[in-house]
């Protein structure tokens, strides 16, 4: 039991659950806890989870670290989150959720994004115009398939006109989090990103536009006040003290979303270093010294938690949630046909039937797109398949197909990563629920052709990113420092064999994309225009 010492009670809220982890500045994680948090499908591109789970879960976990008596609570000197992103939360003046929150995988508000858009002539889908402001302003643009803050808002105020005239702020989930903690309305200056209203061009001056205000077509004051990431917030509200039996007087600093603060919780703090994170979506991020849009392959440098730098990101809608489906909906979905409950053991049994199969699935593929694509296409329409089954395969074969599938997808996008960077990484460190299986780490090296860094304590990244945030706003340690604190696990070297294997597999998994396109399109490009 630590005696002395300074320690972050750091929130890890992804779309799977809410984790809980006790982190000392140097990123030690002490004592860690977990709740999840379910998620409603609607009308089948719809997406959404109720606030007051994250929150009970956040209590719960957080209660269950505090009991474990790790470090003292006096020792405990801020609360600092870091929370899934491109989720909206429409509120009352009293901080109450009016509706369900609306999630970075809901498509629903992409016909009314459509709407706002209309125009005669378009560019990438956009009226050139807007998209020029947009890029030259924010370092992006609304994402075409609704999945972000600027389609919520709008699928709001087209579908929900009740809910929208009662909403005094719209916040992100960082936001909405940080508003049960404080009792402050505020957004940081990587949550409110996606609701493209703010000037990013001087990365370390943040501020809302009026100009582009008036495009989103969301009423100004519904937008909350701007603060740093790294900005000591206020201090936890009494009912919060009194429910975890922290200090009244606990400083809450603004946090981060995911890759924000993952970027930082892998240690990959210096320019052009790549990290990797595999969680239920899928992502590459790295630091740049420069801002910058590829509209055609959906990636940009943007504002992040690093003073004077943008973060890269360049996201896929599903990553480790395909190895979630296939344990949930699949293997142990309850049908009455088989009598059988997941065990904690579970995805370790699926990560060693990946690992004792043979490399290619014994030619089975799998297409990863359960809910959509976003890089290095934009695109609602697609779902995820098997390919190529025959008599001879069976469920071990799935298993590996969808190990394969996931990594080919992150292949996918490695090329426009490198052409927006100018060069090829050597390396790349692996995160996230993903990075936790062994066998998934060799085949990202395999797929990928690059050196595979297993971060240490792959999961917990994100709550020791969010750790280090609060650490650098209370003034007790720098970012830098921090980072230097990160270790690596395990390295992973790509197998020539395996790696020639990959390239012809690689070759086949896009030709299956660009001749089954138009297919997914006839099948679900118009359930859009049926719900909303």
């Known amino acids: ?98 509706m369900n929150a609306v999630l970075w995988l809901d498509m629903r508000g992409a016909r009314h994004l459509k709407r706002e858009m209309r125009s005669t002539f378009k560019v990438a889908g956009y009226d050139p115009v807007k998209l020029q402001k947009w890029i030259r302003m924010c370092g992006g643009a609304p994402a075409l398939s609704g999945k972000d803050p600027a389609g919520h808002m709008l699928l709001i105020r087209d579908a929900f006109p009740e809910v929208y005239d009662r909403t005094y702020k719209f916040l992100n989930v960082l ?33 809302y ?106 996201m896929q809608s599903s990553g480790a949630n395909n190895i979630a489906f296939l344990k949930d909906r699949i293997v142990f979905h309850d049908d009455g046909l088989i009598d059988a409950e997941p065990s904690v053991d579970t995805y370790r049994v699926l990560d060693e039937i990946a690992g004792r199969m043979p490399v290619g699935a014994d030619g089975a593929m799998y297409l990863p797109w359960l809910f959509g694509e976003r890089c290095p296409v934009d695109d609602r329409a697609l779902r995820a398949g098997i390919f190529n ?40 460190t692996m995160i996230g629920g993903g990075a936790m299986s062994n066998t998934w780490c060799q085949i990202y090296a395999d797929v990928l052709g690059v050196t595979v860094r297993q971060a240490r304590d792959p999961m917990k990244a994100n709550a020791r990113g969010a750790a280090f945030i609060g650490a650098f706003g209370l003034g007790l340690t720098s970012l830098e420092e921090a980072a230097k604190h990160v270790q690596i696990e395990r390295f992973y070297e790509p197998d020539r064999s395996a790696q020639s294997f990959y390239d012809e597999r690689f070759g086949i998994f896009t030709e299956l994309h660009r001749r089954l396109a138009p297919i997914y399109q006839r099948l679900n490009g118009s359930r859009g225009k049926k719900h909303g």
């Open 389 to 428: 089954l025959s008599m001879e395969h069976n469920r071990e074969t799935v298993v590996r197909a969808v190990f394969e599938g996931v990594a080919l997808n992150t292949r996918w996008m490695m090329k426009p990563v490198q052409r927006f960077m100018q060069r090829r990484p050597e390396a790349i």
């Open 175 to 207: 936001d909405y989090f940080n508003l049960r903690l404080t009792g402050r309305f505020v957004a940081t200056q990587d949550s409110i990103l996606t609701s493209w209203v703010t000037d990013n061009r001087d990365v370390d001056n943040i501020r």
């Open 209 to 314: 536009d009026d100009g582009l205000i008036a495009m989103s077509g969301i009423d100004r004051s519904k937008f909350p006040d701007l603060v740093r990431c790294t900005e000591v917030i206020g201090t936890i509200l009494p009912a919060v003290s009194e429910a975890l039996g922290l200090e009244p007087q606990t400083p809450v600093v603004a946090g981060a979303i995911d890759n924000t603060a993952a970027a930082l919780g892998a240690g990959t703090l210096a320019d052009y270093d790549c990290h990797l994170y595999v969680g239920s979506s899928s992502w590459i991020a790295a630091h740049l010294p420069f801002k910058k849009t590829s509209v055609l392959d959906q990636i940009g440098s943007v504002p992040c938690a690093v003073p004077s730098r943008y973060l890269m990101i360049a």
């Open 1 to 98: 039991m630590a005696k002395s010492g300074q320690y972050i009670l750091a929130i890890d809220l992804g779309t799977s659950g809410c984790k809980v982890g006790l982190v000392s500045i140097t990123g030690e994680v002490m004592a860690w806890a977990f709740r999840p948090v379910q998620l409603s499908v609607v009308d089948s591109i719809g997406a959404e989870q109720r606030p007051d789970d994250w929150w009970n879960a956040f209590l719960e976990a957080a209660r269950e670290v505090l009991a474990l008596a790790a470090v003292p609570r006096t020792n405990i000197v801020a609360i600092s989150s870091s929370t899934q992103g491109e989720g909206t939360v429409a509120v009352d003046r009293d901080g109450s959720p009016l």
